[in-house]
């Protein structure tokens, strides 16, 4: 099991954090698609989310190992104005 830190409105509606079952090894998209099972109505929101592991951005290609890894956290697009 894995924690991750929710910001913006998936912290408003799912909470600060959810816990997931991640494999041993997993990528950004594994992440994505976990939670996104996990809370099927927030699929949509889930999905287009930016992924920070270990406070650095993850890129499509990285993989990482489940027992290595501190953070994990979903971050929402913004926009400026």
């Known amino acids: 099991m894995k924690e991750l830190k929710l910001f913006a409105y998936l912290a408003e509606t799912l909470g600060d954090t959810i816990t997931l079952q ?39 290609t990285d993989t990482f190992v489940r027992e290595e890894v501190g953070e994990i956290a979903l971050i929402p697009p913004v926009s400026g104005g």
């Open 22 to 60: 991640l494999p041993p090894t997993f990528d950004k998209e594994q992440i994505l698609q976990v939670a996104a099972a996990a809370y099927p109505l927030m699929k949509a929101e889930i999905m287009t989310c930016n992924v920070a592991v270990d406070q650095e951005f993850a890129a499509i």
